[in-house]
């Protein structure tokens, strides 16, 4: 008996992140009947912002996926069954059929069956380890019992016929049948599995049958309109003319509970100052010439970098955390910066890890490799934990400032405008400049005005002469 569950093993979703409770399917790069070896990644999911790509870590044939791409499955939730044992045979039973309430006895020695044979099939025919994930080809030859729910003689008593809608017996470990996703939709919507009417083969209970369940009876309220904003939690509300519904999920999700967070929990306070940036702008284009930095990508926003990192040095009591569950404020000497990045799936902030001990050439080189992984889709959860201070440039979208949240866990984030010529006062007169707005939101639990104000005081004083990245560094 403990042959069958060895043979079909089940692939959980893991734990790829630190405290993470789900997943989102993306891509599956296996179907039923294909191989796979241990190693082998048979499933693309997304999570925590980032898309990880999962090995499978055992040999078999793909029985079958439990989970559609789209879903989004629970931390822990069987999502693949493989067969380990591909050559070996099914085990159907030879002859289920001479006595089908035999079948629907749990007790084998009631039958009493005059040969050994039926006794030694009975294991196989009743397999507890597919429950839940559709049934064998024994299971399937063995169940004849929607026939004999079927009244065939009617006319003695017409009582008979409500007999159907009660659910046949549950197999094997006394649950009905049920693929996981519907046995969560029926926990979600608090719906006994036992009481549900099941339609789908062999028994099986699927999502409209529990989805039918949990529908309001008709005759609640047949007169007056369905009241759509009320529905049935897991029902999909239907579109209205002129709207487009998208359901919340994957990078959307977890950056607007991101921002839910930190909006609700840190009072944030944003301020503004108008900068002439000319000189880095000229510094930017002599470090593109220098043959010491070939190869590696300089823009204004590896300056804007270097000149917060070093504002958070000469004021480092603006570089900290809120640690309400102990009451504490944590400062912290190793700066990891995130760098708010747009991608085709949204809105990734991967930081550089201690990024103020990089050098320039480090630093550009570690810019690049960040926006480069994320617009890819190649960042991991790693990079993106742990960031300490933001930088997002609104400015590439031609936006002059913005009042950007806070990362949850973080003191302050640096929004930086579009770099324009304007009209400036320079030596005494009016002339065209490169000029820019830059936007710091910080925690003012952690920063009070006078700090905050410091610390982008600095940041634009590096900005308008650069040569303080080495006077001041």
Request: aromatic letters at 2%; zero cysteines; proline letters at 12%.
């Amino acid at each position: 008996m403990a042959a069958a569950p060895q043979r079909y093993r089940e692939f959980k979703m893991p734990d790829v992140g630190e405290g993470l409770t789900e997943a989102e399917i993306l891509k599956w790069h296996v179907q039923p009947g294909d191989t796979v070896s241990d190693g082998q990644v048979v499933v693309e999911v997304e999570t925590a912002k980032a898309a990880v790509e999962l090995p499978i870590p055992f040999d078999g044939t793909v029985r079958e996926l439990l989970w559609a791409e789209g879903d989004t499955v629970d931390v822990g939730s069987p999502i693949i069954t493989v067969d380990t044992t591909p050559g070996a045979p099914e085990e159907a039973p030879a002859a289920p059929a001479p006595a089908p309430q035999a079948a629907a006895e749990p007790a084998p020695e009631a039958a009493g069956e005059p040969a050994p044979a039926p006794a030694a099939e009975q294991p196989a025919a009743r397999q507890p380890v597919l429950v839940g994930y559709g049934v064998s080809t024994a299971a399937t030859k063995r169940r004849p019992r929607k026939p004999v729910a079927a009244v065939p003689e009617p006319a003695p008593a017409p009582e008979a016929a409500p007999a159907p809608p009660a659910p046949p017996a549950p197999a094997g470990d006394g649950r009905p049948l049920a693929k996981p996703p519907v046995r969560k939709l029926a926990k979600d919507l608090g719906i006994d599995l036992r009481a549900v009417r099941p339609t789908g083969p062999d028994g099986t209970v699927t999502r409209e049958d529990v989805q039918a369940a949990a529908a309001p009876a008709p005759e609640a309220a047949p007169a007056p309109a369905p009241q759509p904003e009320e529905a049935v939690p897991g029902q999909q509300p239907a579109e209205r003319p002129g709207e487009r519904r998208v359901p919340i999920r994957g990078v959307r999700k977890a950056t607007a509970q991101a921002m839910v967070d930190s909006a609700f929990t840190a009072p944030h306070v944003t301020e503004f100052i108008t900068v002439d940036v000319t000189r880095t702008m000229k510094l930017v284009a002599r470090l593109k010439d220098d043959p010491d930095l070939a190869g590696v990508r300089i823009n204004p926003l590896l300056i804007i970098a270097r000149a917060l990192l070093l504002a958070l040095r000469r004021n480092p009591d603006a570089h900290a955390a809120w640690d309400e569950a102990n009451q504490e404020i944590v400062y912290k000497e190793t700066v990891n910066l995130g760098i708010a990045a747009a991608t085709p799936r949204g809105l990734l902030v991967p930081n550089i890890k201690d990024a103020g001990r990089k050098s320039l050439a480090e630093l550009a080189t570690a810019l690049s490799d960040l926006v480069t992984t994320a617009r890819e889709g190649r960042t991991t959860p790693a990079d993106m934990q742990g960031g300490t201070v933001t930088i997002t440039n609104v400015g590439v979208f031609g936006v002059d400032s913005g009042t950007p949240i806070l990362n949850p866990g973080e003191s302050a984030i640096l929004a930086v405008g579009a770099i324009k010529a304007q009209p400036w006062v320079h030596k005494g007169k009016v002339k065209p400049r490169q000029v820019t707005t830059l936007a710091l939101s910080f925690d003012h639990r952690l920063i009070d005005g006078a700090l905050g104000s410091r610390l982008l005081a600095d940041v634009a004083a590096v900005l308008e002469h650069p040569r303080r990245l080495l006077t001041w560094g």
